[in-house]
C-alpha cells in the first residue's frame, strides 16, 4: 500500500503563488506516475499534470505555463507550483500515483483546499 499526504493549501488573491507538496510513505517501490488532480464544488474531478517516474511531464491546457510539476525522488514528495492563480483554479487538490503493476491511479490523498479570491 502507498499513502499519500498532501499540503500547503491554502487562501490567497488572485495572481499570487503557491506550492502543494505530495509526500508519499508506503509501497513506493511500487508507484510508476504521479499526478494532481482538482475538484471544485459542484465539477468533476480533472486531470492538472502528471510526472513520470523519469520525469516526464504532462499538463491540462488551463494550468500549462503557469503550473509546474516536480519530484525529490530523495523525499518521496512531488510537488506543484503554482503561479498566476485565478479564481478558477479554486478546488480541492489531490495527488494521486499510479501502481506500476496495474498502471492505474490506484493510491489518493486526501486532498487540500486551494481558495484563490478577486
Known amino acids: 500500500q502507498v499513502q499519500l499526504v498532501e499540503s500547503g493549501g491554502d487562501c490567497v488573491q488572485a495572481g499570487e503563488s503557491l506550492r502543494l507538496s505530495c509526500a508519499a510513505s508506503g509501497s513506493i517501490f511500487s508507484i510508476n506516475a504521479m499526478a494532481w488532480y482538482r475538484q471544485a464544488p459542484g465539477k468533476q474531478r480533472e486531470f492538472v499534470a502528471a510526472i513520470t517516474s523519469g520525469s516526464s511531464t504532462n499538463y491540462a491546457d488551463s494550468v500549462k505555463v503557469r503550473f509546474t510539476i516536480s519530484r525529490d525522488n530523495a523525499k518521496n514528495t512531488v510537488y506543484l507550483q503554482m503561479n498566476s492563480l485565478k479564481p478558477e483554479d479554486t478546488a480541492v487538490y489531490y495527488c494521486?500515483?499510479?501502481?506500476?503493476?496495474?498502471?492505474?491511479?490506484?493510491?489518493w490523498g486526501q486532498g487540500t483546499q486551494v481558495t484563490v479570491s478577486i
Open positions: 494521486a500515483a499510479v501502481d506500476g503493476i496495474t498502471g492505474d491511479y490506484d493510491y
